[in-house]
């Protein structure tokens, strides 16, 4: 059978750049890319396929996975859909707190739950979650859930990886601030504050979403043949200031 890579948050951004990868080196026989925006099927050429998709709706990945392996393996998963919009605690509401947690944290299970153990039981593959410094460090600009959300990706990394192994590798990438609609077009950076930070960073300037996404292909692919559970940062520097 034919083999896939499954990207999620392919829309835009770094998941958009991902898929740009698998398809410039052709190291599967096919792409699916899943995004709740519609705009995905205006994104892509018919060289891949296009899915509307709401993570966090358990059953709903589910079926889009079944439908993609009826014909192809999925052997790279990329989980890299995320929302984040700033609240003061006292404003958060549970109904927010619950959608960020939803999206970012159970939306990543939720493909994990559906591929891995198809992964395992063919004893290869490989998923990438995509986490944030905001899940090291905290972030004042994206507020507590978005911090929480991205601190449990990078546990259910860990608990995958060695759950999964040594079948399923499982690694997470933990951009810094990157140039995307998430990070620039969101107003939780004022234009001051972003520019304060990227002169605090030792990069000196904001990532590109390609940037990440080589790391991600990387992490896909035999050359991180010896790499699971691992957290790798693609931050500019920015641990350090």
Not at 101 to 128: C, F, S, W
Not at 140 to 161: F, P
Not at 220 to 237: I, L, Q, R
Request: charged share 20%; proline share 3%; hydrophobic share 40%.
């Amino acid at each position: 059978m034919q083999s896939s890579a499954l990207v999620t948050g392919a829309a835009s951004g770094i998941g958009q750049a991902v898929v740009e990868q698998f398809l410039d080196d052709g190291s599967t026989d096919h792409v699916a890319a899943l995004d709740i925006d519609p705009t995905i099927h205006d994104t892509f050429d018919e060289a891949v396929s296009t899915s509307v998709v709401d993570v966090s709706d358990h059953k709903e990945v589910h079926e889009v996975v079944d439908q993609i392996e009826q014909t192809h393996d999925i052997t790279a998963v990329v989980n890299n859909a995320a929302i984040s919009r700033y609240y003061w605690l006292g404003d958060l509401t549970f109904e927010e707190w619950q959608e960020v947690i939803n999206v970012n944290l159970t939306g990543q299970y939720n493909v994990a739950h559906a591929v891995g153990p198809k992964m395992y039981e063919r004893g290869d593959g490989a998923i990438v979650n995509v986490s944030s410094t905001a899940g090291q460090r905290g972030s004042a600009s994206a507020g507590v859930h978005y911090s929480a959300s991205k601190a449990g990706v990078l546990g259910l990394t860990k608990g995958l990886a060695k759950q999964l192994a040594p079948s399923v590798r499982v690694n997470s990438v933990v951009p810094g601030l990157i140039d995307t609609p998430l990070a620039t077009d969101s107003e939780l950076w004022s234009d001051e504050e972003l520019a304060a930070f990227v002169e605090r960073l030792p990069a000196g300037r904001l990532g590109d979403p390609d940037e990440v996404a080589r790391v991600i292909h990387f992490l896909c692919g035999e050359g991180s043949a010896y790499m699971t559970g691992s957290v790798v940062n693609v931050d500019g520097g920015s641990a350090l200031v």
